[in-house]
C-alpha cells in the first residue's frame, strides 16, 4: 500500500482582511483596514512567510519569516521586520497644550519560541530600531521633533485554546510580555514595559459570553513611546474611536454576551448575532496617577455576522464623560497579543 498525501483544498496560503470603521457623527472618524498574507509549507518542517500591510489610524508593513527545528519542531526561530505610524493629539497624551504629531517605529527582530505543549509557548526575542515623533500642528517653538534609537530584549509567555476566532465559544488565551530597552543596545533613554492580556470565552446553548482583561505598564525613560499602550474601538473602551487612546499606562476589563438569532433552519442562511458588551478601563501618564478613581465605564451594543469573509460587527458604543461612536468592524473582537 502506498500513501501519497496532498495538501488540503483550502491552502497552503491564507489571505485575511480586517476593516474597522468609527463615527462620532461630530465631525470625527477614522478608519482601519489590515489585509495579511501567510504562506505555509515553506519546509519540510513547517516554515512559514508572513506578510501584513496595515493602512487607516496605524499605518503598518510587517514581515516575518518562521522556522521551526529541532527533533521534535518544538523550537522556532522567526526574523522580522516592522514599521508603524499614526497620528497623536498631544492631550490625550498629557493635557499640554493642543498640538498634533506624527509618530513613527520602525524596527527588526530576532525571536526564539519553544512550545512544551500545542497550546502553550514560551519566547525570547531582541530587537533593533528607532523611532520618530513629527510635529504637524502646534508651536514649533514650544514643541519640537523628536528622534531615538531604541534597543531591548525581552521575553513572552503565551497560551491559546480559543476554538475560534471569530464567534469563541470555549477555550482562554493569555500572553503575558516584559521588554527592557537597554542602554547597551542602543536605546537613548532606559526604559521597560509589561503587558497583560486575557480572553477566556463560555457558552450555553445558543448564549456565549466573552470576558477579557488586558494591561500595559511602562516604566523608566518617559520619552521610550514605544512602551505606550492603546485603547479605543469597539470592546476595547466602546465610545472612543480606533485606537485613538495612547498612554504609559492603560488597563481594560471587560464582559462581552452575544447570543445567535438565526440557525441553520432558517431562511438567513449567514449565522447572526446580537450582543452588547460592559467596560471598565483607563489611562494614565505615570505609575503614581494609577488609581480606581480614573477608570471609566464604558459599554456597547452590536449586530454581529459569521461572513465568509470573516466576522462582520455594527455597533455603538458610548464611555463615560460623554464619549460616543458607532462601528462596523470587519474582523474578530480579540485583540491582537501584541503592543504597538
Avoid: C
Avoid at 63 to 73: I, K, L, T, V
Avoid at 87 to 106: H, P
Avoid at 167 to 181: E, I, K, V
Amino acid at each position: 500500500m502506498v500513501l501519497a498525501p496532498q495538501d488540503k483544498r483550502w491552502g497552503p496560503d491564507f489571505l485575511h482582511f480586517a476593516l474597522r470603521l468609527s463615527d462620532d457623527f461630530d465631525g470625527s472618524s477614522n478608519y482601519q483596514l489590515i489585509s495579511e498574507l501567510t504562506r505555509t509549507g515553506l519546509s519540510d518542517q513547517g516554515a512559514e512567510l508572513k506578510l501584513r500591510i496595515g493602512l487607516g489610524e496605524v499605518e503598518e508593513a510587517f514581515a516575518e519569516y518562521y522556522r521551526p527545528f529541532g527533533r521534535s519542531g518544538r523550537h522556532a526561530l522567526s526574523t522580522y521586520a516592522k514599521y508603524r505610524a499614526t497620528d497623536l493629539d498631544l492631550a490625550l497624551m498629557g493635557g499640554g497644550a493642543l498640538a498634533e504629531f506624527r509618530y513613527s517605529q520602525w524596527l527588526g527582530g530576532l525571536r526564539w519560541a519553544y512550545s512544551p505543549h500545542p497550546d502553550w509557548e514560551v519566547a525570547a526575542f531582541l530587537e533593533r530600531g528607532q523611532e520618530r515623533l513629527r510635529l504637524d500642528v502646534g508651536n514649533p517653538s514650544e514643541l519640537g521633533n523628536y528622534r531615538a534609537d531604541m534597543g531591548s530584549i525581552g521575553w513572552q509567555l503565551r497560551h491559546d485554546s480559543i476554538d475560534s476566532s471569530a464567534f469563541p465559544s470555549r477555550g482562554q488565551r493569555l500572553s503575558l510580555t516584559r521588554q527592557h530597552y537597554l542602554a547597551s543596545l542602543g536605546t537613548d533613554d532606559s526604559a521597560a514595559v509589561t503587558r497583560l492580556q486575557w480572553d477566556g470565552a463560555w457558552s450555553q446553548g445558543s448564549n456565549r459570553w466573552l470576558g477579557g482583561v488586558r494591561a500595559s505598564s511602562a516604566h523608566g525613560g518617559d520619552d521610550v513611546l514605544a512602551t505606550y499602550g492603546f485603547l479605543g474601538g469597539l470592546g476595547n473602551l466602546s465610545g472612543y474611536p480606533e485606537e485613538a487612546i495612547f498612554a504609559p499606562q492603560t488597563a481594560l476589563a471587560r464582559v462581552v454576551y452575544y447570543r445567535r438569532v438565526a440557525h441553520a433552519d432558517s431562511l438567513l442562511t449567514i449565522p447572526l448575532y446580537v450582543g452588547g458588551s460592559l467596560e471598565w478601563g483607563g489611562f494614565w501618564r505615570s505609575r503614581n496617577q494609577v488609581d480606581i478613581d480614573g477608570m471609566q465605564s464604558a459599554g456597547s451594543l452590536f449586530v454581529g455576522a459569521d461572513t465568509f469573509l470573516g466576522p462582520v460587527f455594527l455597533g455603538y458604543g458610548r464611555a463615560q464623560g460623554g464619549h460616543d461612536s458607532f462601528y462596523l468592524t470587519f474582523g474578530s473582537l480579540l485583540r491582537t497579543l501584541d503592543g504597538f
